[in-house]
Every structure is written in structure tokens, then in C-alpha cells.
């Protein structure tokens, strides 16, 4: 601690922070302007200028300078305020008298400023300059007339980002901000308009809508990936006018301009029933006693495995808690699963395997009363926890990892805020960053090393890293206890080390380097995430890592751990409040009658078996649009007599429904998401429902219909219910991730062998990667008006320019894709990302549809004819 | 004796001569002083559009909550304007705040006062209503 005085008042504060900070956290007013907490301090704009004793006989700024033992600051003189007047004098000489106009009023930084200043005129005068206003782009507009110079906006585009959109351009007096002379790099995430001090960055959804001052703000989860970032929403009058992000400013694209999905046309409003092949609208009371009436016919013809339950990682915990308790208590099976069984699941399987299931022992017995949405367990001394989620990686940890390897996943696309922790963990000038993917993706501009492998060869590259550690370290011990190693490092025998990196398609030495990177660290972080898990072999790809992981993983050290992107916002929820065939909630497993998982359910479909279902309720899970293979799942659906989908809107499994219950999204609703590094967040009601229901009150309804005894006010309720079944939640509470901090961890492992082979059979000259758009979550921000549709309103085919070349191909023409199960057409865009003889087709959007191509993977061979 | 008794109805008579002060009302109107305080009126450009650009500060300083909704819009030059205003004169209380808060001199108190009707509706002014034909602001420049 450090001993100093501000302004004659005794202060203690931190070694190694700032005297803005310390005068901050004490109450005491600095003015500044080009400071943010945001971001590291520039000290350019030299209003926070204090007097330091001892110091240099001149004014020093405070958001740069440190705090020291014995020193004496002083805030307000005369000689500081005179200098604090002239400067933000200087700034204001040619600033647009725009405030009654600009959305930024009454929220602005420099109107505070000149008011806290005291400055009634400006009298000096210069040059008029005429303002290059930018209006082209359809989401941030800019106004360099407004703009002061602070560089904020350039400093959390380049530094937290990672993108290079904005850049000073001219300089003194004439400077201002621009693209530089580079062609645009902007992501369209919008975070520099929510930095800017003033409105010289405008965000065009939220333009001219409100006031500031009368918005009203609700702080909840935002829903388009499964980072989990909370964010306020600011409504008015029962419309969301933009949402903000105000600690870390950081919010991705989808988050800042994918609202307006909530005030879509096309959500469903009314309960909807089929009847002679089109829908009608109906009540509520007539769609549930339908649903309950043809249930318990079914149920009674075929018995209650008959009923096949697929939960939405779009859904809150509590509504999926109850969704699996409605299938367990009510109709007595176990027969439901999740749509993360083709990603997520796997990945967890793989983690599993190697590391175990979550648990926690020795806790003392649940608490009767606790906060809303507060563990009931207590974390005592003595409580031991094992199990993958001690392995599970926090976002928040991530930048002190010191080396992090991706493996198959484009970071900022599939997981922006992990995106954003690689970057803070870039300013840790030890870090190490090793990205192995079959294309060039964002972070290869700060990777240490970059992987190019053949696309599908995850498993080969995994076995020669394996191969390259066992020879630069014949004696490695892993950290924790871990059985199985030798015979794990017979199974690399098959192959030289020089075989694999040829098979994998990289070079023996790149093996070796990143080899040596992952055994010097300290906190290694193994990321990865829906598109390596997406293969058929996703489950095979996780045992490779997490055996990695395992290997040369230091669990325990903050930072190090295994970090899984998930797509959805829910999708660890799903799996931690039971929504599987064979777990009830907290992983406890289910010896006797496990149900069919999701791919088994869709094979017993398939051949006709006596335990296939017959009937589908489907909380969201989009099975037709987000399963490969599509129309093979649309035929085995339309083999169900009845169908049940729970949705917003109208998707493509929903269009085979016999009943459709429209829901309430996350802002109108209460409950809880998991992120997919286990953070607990909240969400809270800004709208009204507008006739929708939320899940959980559906389900309930449907519940005491067939027989169910469900009495649930509100969802806290809920929650409580099932926190109480989670021992492995101990002491969790908003805004915490599990495990909790104070426990023990008995962490043991077990190496796994996994299958080293590439998965990609097929003759046909081209492979196709099925991937995700930045802009685009699942098929949730493709409704209009969704702001994210003026960036990237459809999916185009991204190839290398030469393969287009060679095809006679130019961007924006179509292209016809055939692979051997289907073939769609597709616009393209050209992209020297992609290495030759790769594509790559993002799979939000309805048309042109991905999953018409593939099998049973994310990655299918493809031929390309031009049309 | 008789001399203020003559003065006296030598005044009386004087006024039988005079115009009365009393007015034909409604017929005819009293004129009111140039900063009488009437009812809310948006001031219109030459060429005929308002001065209005939405930024709402009338709505923020009005004390009795008499400006109800302000929705603005974006012109074809990237103009703010207001697309609808309404103002409860019920609640008005004349005080003149929002002319003295709108940095645009948009909006004004002008001299009609009359505020009785049939329906109380009827004095919940619109955009259009809130325009003048011809203005009504004795002083448009005062304030």
C-alpha cells in the first residue's frame, strides 16, 4: 500500500495505480477527456493535470502518472484551472454547436466538461474547417466536426478489439479520423461509438430515436454466443432503442446492433395449429389442450418413451430445468436431448474422458434461505471438488494465460469476448499465441505461430504436436495425477513425426516450435470451439486436446485451461441442468433406462426401430436447420405424427409442427444463461410480453395438464429448485462462474488414445467448411430488421481468388455446389484467407442452405460449377 | 356648494360622450402586451418549415408535464425535425420555460388565450394545431 494525500486528504491506495484512479475511487473529481478506464492512459489531451509534490515544478497528468510513497497532490488551484479552461477552449474552437441535434447530448463528455469548466465563450479564432460528415456506412456515421481528437475510439479498435478500422489521419490542427490508407478492417462491432466522449461516432440504429436522458436501463445477458457479456438495455415505451455495454465498453457486433430482432415482423405471436396443412391462429388454452390431448393419446398407444423432448440453448436454465423435470416427473421418461449434441456435447464427452465428471464432496447440507439466484450450498473448508470444470477456462483468467493455442476455431467469429480476453492477453509481453487452422483467420496477425493444416487433419496435427512433445521431453510428467500415459504414447507409433506434420500438411519444425512453446508454459490455454467440434469426429478432436491439455496443461494456474466457444448463449445451461438422455441436472448420471440421445433418436427414425419416437416437443432447437445431413432430418421428422416447437419464430422445424407455442425472448424475460465458461448471468424483464409466454410458464401449463403438479409464481423459483440439486454451483451467485473459488481441487486424469485419421472421405476437388458469419448468431439475427443485415445480409461462398480464377468465377456471381448428398447455389465472394481448394460457406441463413451438402460433419467434399 | 357637485356630473358627462371601455367579446378581442404569455405555438421558417430540430429540452423543463410526445425523424439531409408534438394545454400553465429553454427559438408563447371548450381534447394540440398559419407571436424576436 501507498501513503499520499489529495488535496490535504490522507489516502491509501494501491501500488501501481494511477492518481486519476486513486482520486476516482476516493470521490474526488478530475476532469479529463482522452482517459477512459477502459483503456491504458495516452495522456494526450493534459486536462487531468494536477500538481505533484514532490515532482517536476509543471502540472503533471494524473490518469499517467503513479502514485508514490509520501506524495501530495493537488486537484484544484488556480494556475490548474486556468490551464484546464485554455485547453478544452482549444478543443471547442471548431466544435459543431450541433448539441440540440446530436444523440450524444446530454450524455456527453465535453458538455460536462465545459460545464464543470465553467466556459461561457470561446475567444480564439482559427481556420473554418468544412467536415467531411460520413454517412455512407448503414451503422456508424461520422462526424469529424464533433470529434476531439482523444484517439479513444483508434486506441479500443486497435488495443481491445484487434481490428484496425480507425486511424488519424492529416495532423495538428487538421487532423482527423479515417480509415487511414488501408483498405477498411472494421468488424462493425460499434465499440467505438459507446468510447467516443463526444458524437463524433454515431450509431445509425439508435439515431435521432431518444434522448439520452429518457431512456430506461436494465442490465441483462446478452443472448447471440455463449460469452455471457451483460449489457444494459435501454428501452423506451416498450421498444429497445440500443443496448450498451459500460464497464469494459466492449460489446461485438450481433450485441450492439442485433436487438431489433426482438421487434422483428416475423415473431410469432399467437399459438399457432396446423390444420389441413396451413397454420391458424389460436388461443393459448386451445394449443395446450391439443398438445396435452394428442401427448396422452400417444403416450397411451405407445407408451411415454413415445415423446422425444429437444431443449433450446436459447431457452434460460429455468425454463430447461423444468423442461427435463416435465419429461422425467410427468411423462416418466428419459427420452430428450439437446442440439448441442452435435458440438457442445461432444466436447464435454471429450473433456469427460479425459478429466472426469464435475463433482463437489463434502459440502454442508443446502441452506434454507438465500438471495434470489444464489447457490444454496455454502463453500466450507474442507469441501473438494474433481472433475472438468476445474480444466474449464474462465474468459475472465484467459489474460494471464502465457501461451493460449487455438486449434480449428476463427476466435472472434465463433466467440467474440474471447476474442477480446486473447487480446488483453496480448499485453502480457511473455504471451504466446500459436493459432493451428485450415485458413488464415484475424488472430494469425498476432500468432507467434500459425498452423495452416488440410482441412479435417485436426487429429494428425494433434498426434505430431504429441509426437514433437514426447521427443523434446521423453520424461514429461503431467502436473496432476494422470493414468495411462504409456500406453497413450504407444499409440503414436504408427507414424514419424515427419509423417504426421506431412499428413497434416505443415512443416516437421513449426511441430517442434509449437512444442516447445506449450512445454515452456506456465498457464497454457487450449481454445477451440462449434467448428472442430462440429466434425463427426468432434468428440475424438476434444479427447485430443483435453489429452493436450492434460499433458502440458498447469491446472490450478490462473489463466490455464481447456476454453470451448459455444455458439448459443445457453449451451453449457443445457447441459449442467440436465437436459440429456443419460444426465439428470449436476451431471449426476442415470444408470437405469437412459434415454436416446439425439443422433440415436434420428437412427431408431430412421430404421423403423420399436423405441423410435413418435412425437417431438421441441423447445427452439432448430433441428432441421442446424443438423447436417437436412434432408434426411426433414424426412425422419415428417415420419412423427405429431410435432410440438416452442419458438419465436417461424424456423424450418417449426414449419413441420402440428402445434407452435410462441415465446418471449430474453428481454422479456427473468432467468439465468450459463456462458460457455460456466459465468452465471442474470437476466431481467425490459419489455412486456406482448401475448407470448415465457418457456417456463408454458411448460408448466402443459405439466398440470397431463398431471403435473407444477406451482411456480416466478422463475427464482425455479432456480432455487434446482440450484439446490447442484452441489457442483456451490456458492454460485450472479455474475460467478462455477467452480467456486474456495474449493479444494482433486483433480486426476486419464490419457485416452483417440482415433488419428483424417475425416473427410470423398473424391470431389474442393473442401467445404461449414462456419459461422461474425456477424450472425444461429438464425436469430437474420430476421429483420436486425441491424447486423445491413453488414451481412445473406451467405456467400468465400474462396481463394485463384480457385475462382480457375473456375472462371468472379465475386458476386453464383455458384452451383454439389457434394454427394445435395446441391445448393451459392453468390461469391472471394477471399485470400482461404488457402486453394477450401470454402467456406457460413450456415445461418435459410437459403442457401449448408446443410443440404454434408453428412454427418460440418466439412464435406464439394464440387463447383459456375452457373 | 354646488361647485363639486357640478364637477362631479361634469365627469359623468364627459364619459357619456366617450367610447366605453367594455368589449363585444367574443366579437371583439382584447389586445394583449407584446410579452403576454399564450398559448405554445412552433415558429415556422420563411419557407415554411419549423425551427424545430426535437431535442426535447421544452419536454425536459416543463414543469407541469404539459409536453406530452416529441417524435422526431431524420430528413433527407440528415436533419432532425419533429413528426409529431403534442402539448396538453389542460396543463399549461403559460410560464414560458420551454421558449426560454429551446435553443432554437422554435417554439413561443403567443398571444391567444382563450382555453374554453366543450371537450378537454380539443386542447390537446397536435403538431399542426401547435402551427400557426399566420403567427401569432406578437414580438417573435423577443426571447
Known sequence: ?867 | MIIPLLKGLATTLKHCFSKPITLQYPEVKRPVYPRFRGHPELVINDDGSRRCVACTLCKVVCPSKAIKVIEPAEGEHHEKYPVQFIIDLTRCIFCGFCQEACPKGAIKLNNLYELAQYDKSILVYDINKLTQETSQIRMPDWL
Open chain 1, 1 to 867: 500500500m501507498v501513503n499520499l494525500t489529495i488535496d490535504g486528504r490522507a489516502i491509501q491506495a494501491k501500488k501501481g495505480q494511477t492518481i486519476l484512479e486513486v482520486a476516482r475511487d476516493n470521490g474526488i473529481y478530475i476532469p479529463y477527456l482522452c482517459y477512459h478506464k477502459a483503456l491504458k492512459p495516452i495522456a494526450s489531451c493534459r486536462i487531468c493535470v494536477v500538481e505533484v509534490k514532490p515532482g517536476p515544478p509543471r502540472p503533471q497528468p494524473a490518469c499517467s502518472t503513479y502514485v508514490t510513497e509520501g506524495m501530495e497532490v493537488v486537484t484544484t488551484s488556480e494556475r490548474l484551472d486556468v490551464i484546464r479552461r485554455e485547453l478544452v477552449k482549444l478543443v471547442l474552437i471548431n466544435h459543431a454547436l450541433d448539441c440540440p441535434i446530436c444523440d450524444k447530448g446530454g450524455e456527453c463528455e465535453l458538455q460536462n466538461l465545459t460545464h464543470a469548466l465553467g466556459i461561457d465563450r470561446v475567444d480564439y479564432e482559427a481556420q473554418v474547417l468544412t467536415p467531411h460528415i460520413d454517412y455512407e456506412s448503414s451503422l456508424i456515421e461520422r462526424h469529424p466536426d464533433r470529434c476531439v481528437t482523444c484517439g479513444r475510439c483508434i486506441r479500443i479498435c486497435r488495443d481491445r478489439v484487434g481490428a484496425m478500422a480507425i486511424h488519424f489521419m492529416n495532423r495538428g490542427y487538421y487532423t482527423e479520423l479515417g480509415s487511414g490508407v488501408l483498405p477498411l478492417d472494421c468488424e462493425f462491432c460499434g465499440s467505438c461509438i459507446e468510447i467516443c466522449p463526444v458524437g463524433a461516432l454515431i450509431n445509425k440504429v439508435f439515431k435521432y430515436q431518444a434522448r439520452a436522458w429518457e431512456l430506461e436501463k436494465t442490465e441483462t445477458v446478452c443472448p447471440f454466443c455463449g460469452g455471457g457479456c451483460t449489457y444494459q438495455v435501454q428501452t423506451r415505451d416498450g421498444r429497445i432503442l440500443r443496448v450498451a455495454n459500460q464497464d469494459s465498453i466492449l460489446l461485438c457486433g450481433r450485441g450492439r446492433f442485433g436487438f431489433p430482432v426482438v421487434h422483428s415482423e416475423d415473431r410469432l405471436t399467437t399459438p399457432l395449429i396446423k390444420e389441413n396443412g396451413s397454420f391458424r391462429p389460436a388461443s393459448w388454452g386451445e394449443a395446450l389442450d391439443l398438445v396435452a390431448q394428442r401427448f396422452q393419446e400417444i403416450m397411451a398407444e405407445a407408451g411415454p418413451g413415445a415423446i422425444y423432448g429437444v431443449g433450446s440453448p436459447r431457452a434460460t436454465n429455468e425454463s430447461n430445468y423444468l423442461f427435463q423435470k416435465f419429461f422425467r416427473e410427468v411423462l416418466k421418461t428419459n427420452n430428450l436431448d439437446n442440439p448441442g449434441r452435435y458440438h457442445f456435447v461432444r466436447g464435454m464427452a471429450g473433456l469427460m474422458a479425459v478429466f472426469g465428471v464435475s463433482q463437489v464432496d463434502g459440502l454442508a447440507a443446502p441452506a434454507a434461505r438465500v438471495p434470489a439466484y444464489h447457490s444454496p450450498y455454502e463453500v466450507t473448508e474442507g469441501a473438494t471438488g474433481s472433475g472438468l470444470m476445474f480444466v474449464l477456462g474462465k474468459l475472465a483468467d484467459l489474460p494471464q494465460a502465457d501461451v493460449a493455442l487455438v486449434v480449428g476455431a476463427d476466435v472472434t467469429t465463433e466467440l467474440p469476448p474471447l476474442g477480446w480476453a486473447l487480446m488483453k492477453a496480448r499485453e502480457n509481453e511473455n504471451f504466446q499465441l500459436i493459432v493451428a487452422n485450415p485458413r488464415a483467420t484475424k488472430f494469425d496477425r498476432y500468432a507467434a505461430l500459425s498452423l495452416q493444416y488440410k482441412p479435417g487433419a485436426e487429429r494428425l496435427l494433434m498426434g505430431g504436436l504429441f509426437k514433437a512433445i514426447f521427443a523434446a521431453q521423453p520424461d514429461i510428467a503431467p502436473v496432476i495425477n494422470a493414468a495411462g500415459l504409456e500406453e497413450f504414447k504407444e499409440s503414436f507409433k504408427k507414424f514419424s513425426l515427419k509423417e504426421y506434420a506431412t499428413k497434416a500438411g505443415v512443416d516437421e519444425g513449426q511441430l517442434k516450435t509449437a512444442a516447445e512453446l506449450l512445454l515452456k508454459a506456465q498457464a497454457p490455454a487450449i481454445i477451440f470451439g462449434t467448428e472442430l467440434l462440429g466434425q463427426d469426429k468432434g468428440q475424438e478432436n476434444a479427447t485430443a486436446l483435453a489429452d493436450l491439455f492434460l499433458l502440458v496443461g498447469k491446472p490450478g494456474n490462473p489463466g490455464s485451461g481447456v476454453y470451448m466457444a459455444a455458439e448459443k448463449a445457453n449451451t453449457l445451461g443445457l447441459l449442467v441442468v440436465g437436459v440429456l438422455p443419460d444426465r439428470l441436472p449436476g451431471f449426476i448420471p442415470i444408470d437405469k433406462d437412459p434415454g436416446l440421445n439425439l443422433e440415436q433418436m434420428l437412427e431408431a427414425l430412421e430404421t423403423g426401430h420399436d423405441n423410435a419416437p413418435q412425437a417431438l416437443y421441441a423447445l427452439g432447437g432448430d433441428l432441421v436447420r442446424w443438423l447436417p445431413n437436412r434432408s434426411r432430418t426433414e424426412k425422419l421428422l415428417k415420419k412423427l405424427k405429431f410435432i410440438v416447437v416452442q419458438d419465436a419464430f417461424l424456423t424450418d422445424t417449426a414449419k413441420l409442427a402440428d402445434v407452435i407455442l410462441p415465446v418471449a425472448i430474453h428481454v422479456e424475460q427473468e432467468g439465468t444463461f450459463f456462458s460457455s465458461d460456466s459465468k452465471l448471468g442474470l437476466l431481467r424483464k425490459a419489455l412486456p410480453e406482448n401475448g407470448v409466454r415465457p418457456d417456463w410458464q408454458i411448460i408448466m401449463e402443459l405439466a398440470n395438464r397431463l398431471g403435473g403438479a407444477f406451482k411456480y409464481v416466478k422463475p427464482a423459483q425455479i432456480f432455487q429448485e434446482l440450484a439446490a440439486q447442484l452441489p457442483v454451483c456451490a456458492g454460485l451467485a450472479p455474475g460467478h462462474c462455477f467452480p467456486a473459488p474456495g474449493l479444494t481441487a482433486k483433480l486426476s486424469g486419464q490419457f485416452v488414445p483417440f482415433e488419428q485419421d483424417i475425416s473427410l472421405p470423398g473424391r470431389r476437388p474442393y473442401t467445404l467448411i461449414v462456419g459461422k458469419s461474425l456477424q450472425h448468431s444461429g438464425s436469430y439475427t437474420t430476421h429483420q430488421p436486425c441491424g447486423t443485415l445491413m453488414v451481412t445480409p445473406g451467405a456467400r461462398l468465400k474462396m481463394n481468388p485463384e480457385d475462382a480464377v480457375a473456375l472462371n468465377l468472379g465475386a458476386g456471381e453464383t455458384a452451383k455446389i454439389i457434394s454427394s448428398h445435395g446441391e445448393i447455389t451459392a453468390s461469391v465472394s472471394l477471399d485470400a484467407d482461404l488457402p486453394p481448394g477450401v470454402v467456406l460457406l457460413p450456415d445461418h441463413f435459410g437459403e442457401p442452405a449448408a446443410n443440404r451438402l454434408t453428412l454427418n460433419s460440418n466439412l464435406v467434399r464439394v464440387t463447383i460449377q459456375k452457373m
